[in-house]
């Protein structure tokens, strides 16, 4: 395949980027697009020239890591699917693709397509977590859970905290993101000693990081690569409010 791909580039989060220009070749449809990536920073190093920094770890849509808006959609064109495990035969021959990083005020941009997502870490240190022993899985079988219920919290442990969510989103909201982690833990016993000051916590962490407000556009849902569903952003707003009568 023969690919022109639109690249932003970016020395730092103070400086101005701009878009920059690569023709590629011999492109295979079946290489991944970090693939077809690591191949144009190859050539580009060859000419002594900088390579285009982007983020990736695991490469099997399971870390969250990798970030790229590709052609204006968070991970590209294929639903449920990270930028990582997005294939070259999505794209036709001879196209224009254009590759940014997530745009949001609470991910400023560290250099090219990589952005600095720390914001997530606080919202986690602030509640995402159960201070209670698990055991082992011994232990933890020994806590009976209905299937339905370990079903709803499993497809909310999905989350890979990818960030896509915000970058979707016209306001920059990390709900999504922040309901799937909160109600994981609000559905299991585990979670439940710290069930409210856990959700105060993290919204209020979630809005000094200045995430923006949820207004139903469901952006999110629609480029989730794992498909987490906006109905856990109802249940937070349950628990929230839940969480501020009591307290
Ligand atoms: S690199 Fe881990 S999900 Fe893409």
Not at 1 to 13: F, G, P
Not at 104 to 126: N, W, Y
Not at 198 to 218: H, I, L, P, S, W
């Amino acid at each position: 395949m023969r690919l022109t791909l639109r690249v932003w580039r970016q020395k730092n989060a103070s400086e101005a980027g701009r878009m920059e220009t690569h023709e590629v070749a011999d492109v295979s449809p079946d290489s991944s697009f970090l693939e077809m990536l690591d191949a144009l920073n190859e050539d580009l190093i060859a000419d002594g020239k900088e390579p285009i920094e982007f983020d990736s770890d695991c490469r099997e849509g399971i870390c969250g890591t990798c970030s790229l808006v590709i052609n204006g959609i968070p991970h590209g064109p294929e639903s449920g699917t990270t930028a990582c495990q997005l294939h070259m035969r999505k794209f036709t021959d001879g196209s224009t693709i254009t590759i940014e990083p997530w745009r949001a005020r609470a991910f400023p941009v560290v250099r090219d397509l990589v952005v600095d997502r720390s914001a997530f870490d606080r919202i986690i240190q602030s509640g995402g977590f159960v201070s209670v022993n698990t055991g082992s899985a011994q232990d933890a079988n020994c806590l009976p859970v209905g299937k339905p219920v370990a079903d709803e919290a499993f497809d909310a442990a999905a989350c890979i905290g990818c960030g896509a969510c915000v970058a979707a989103c016209k306001n920059a909201s990390a709900m999504l993101f922040v309901s799937a982690k909160v109600s994981q833990l609000a559905l299991l016993p585990q979670g439940q000693p710290e069930r409210r000051a856990r959700v105060r916590n993290m919204v209020g962490t979630m809005d000094a990081e200045g995430f923006g407000n949820c207004t139903n556009q469901y952006e999110c849902e629609a480029v989730c690569p794992k498909e987490i569903s906006v109905s856990h952003i109802a249940r937070m707003n349950r628990e929230y409010f839940a969480a501020s009568v009591v307290d």
